[in-house]
Structures are given as C-alpha cells and as structure tokens.
C-alpha cells in the first residue's frame, strides 16, 4: 500500500533551531496539502499545491514558514528559526484533481514536532 | 470564510447504544462534506463522504446526511462498539477553495464495554 508518508514521525528540537518535514504524496496525486493541528483541535489548512505550483497559503502561514515542491512530487515544510507555539502535528494530504474523487484527500500520518 | 462547527465531546457511550454528533457548516459554495476518523495513535481516515445536497454517506454502520436546508451532516450510528472510541472530525472541502479541507475541532468518542 503506497499511501501518504511523511518523515520524521517525531521531531524534538530547541527553540530557535530551524526544522524540515518531508511529504511523499500518493504517486499520481497532482495535488498536496499541509495542515497543522494542535493538541484538541482539528487541523488548520497551512497552503497546497498543484503540481510544482504553490497555488494557496493560509495566513497562518508566518514568513518563518516556507513549502516547496520541486518537480511536483514530495514536498518540504521548511520552519525557521522555531518557537515554542509551533508545536504541533503538521499533516500533510494529497488528491488528485479532476472528476468526482478530486475533493477526496488522503492523509499521512503527520510528523509531530515539539519546540523545548 | 466557510467553516464547521461540532458537538464538543467528550461523548461517552455504552456499547450498543446509539450514536449522534451533530455538525453543521457555513460555506459560501456547493461543499462536499466529509467525516474523518481518527483512531488512538494513528492519522486521520476518511470515514465517509456526501458531495451534494440529500446524498447519504455511509460506511462502518456510520450514517450521514447532506442537509442543505439546515446545513448539516450529523454522523449516526445505531450501535456503537468499544472499537468505534476514537476523534470524529467533521469537515467540508469547497472547489471554490480549491479544495482545501475545513475541519470542525473533532468530537472524542468513548465507548465502554
């Protein structure tokens, strides 16, 4: 089963320190998400693509905070220069866009991040 | 902006009984609406799905129907198992939004033997 993966699943690093999250999307999903959720709440919609382009960032979304996707295919969720209030499951989701299922997303299973 | 609201658990049942988490929605669109299950330690599962107004999802012995009228999607069940405590989120997905997901703050479900 090649679902969603996203590495690490656990991260633990110091305030102030930059972190990096990888997404592989689902093979043929031309579309990816990232989310945020914190501990009680649902996730937060952070920004997507399409393909390579990034074509949506949420205002949550501070200048600290930088996603990429070159060719199109996984993705990086880039944090600088961290605080204590990123901490958080970050969650990313992938679909494929056209026809019926395209509103359909599929979820990894998050890369918890804890900023001491 | 188009958003979700949900029943605030936690909700605690005993097995076989009935299950009801009211959700409702603002959105500006025609959303497709969505139930997510998320089971202790593990990431979020589509549940099920109603794309359009009167549509039933179903799935699990879950229900849930796309109400426009009152802008709802309740999630019912008619006999519950220790098995189905987890976090039920309810949301909806607008291609106006470009299909970003709005989630409702997730309603934890426990079910006693």
């Known amino acids: 089963d090649t679902g969603v993966s996203q590495d690490p699943r656990h991260k633990i690093t110091k305030r102030g320190q930059n972190v990096t999250f990888r997404c592989d999307p689902i093979s043929e999903h031309n579309r990816l998400y990232w989310y945020r959720q914190t501990l009680g709440q649902g996730p937060e919609f952070l920004t997507y693509?399409?393909?390579?382009?990034?074509?949506?960032k949420s205002r949550l979304l501070s200048d600290r905070f930088s996603a990429e996707r070159p060719k199109g295919s996984f993705s990086t969720l880039e944090i600088q220069r961290t605080e204590q209030g990123d901490s958080a499951m970050y969650l990313c989701a992938s679909s494929l866009s056209g026809g019926a299922a395209s509103d359909e997303q599929f979820f990894g299973p998050g890369t918890r991040l804890t900023v001491l | 902006g188009d958003s979700v609201t949900q029943m605030e658990g936690p909700v605690t049942l005993s097995e076989e009984a009935f299950l009801t988490i009211n959700c409702t929605y603002t959105a500006t669109g025609y959303p497709s609406l969505f139930w997510y299950v998320q089971y202790p330690g593990e990431g979020l599962q589509l549940l099920l799905k109603?794309?359009?107004?009167?549509d039933k999802g179903s799935n699990k012995g879950f229900e849930a129907t796309y109400r426009k009228e009152t802008t709802s999607f309740h999630l019912e069940k008619g006999s519950v198992q220790v098995s189905d405590s987890a976090v039920y989120f309810c949301a909806l997905s607008d291609r106006g939004g470009g299909f970003k997901t709005i989630f409702g703050a997730g309603t934890r479900l426990f079910v006693k033997a």
């Open positions: 109603a794309t359009k107004a009167d």
């Open positions: 693509f399409q393909n390579e382009a990034q074509l949506e």
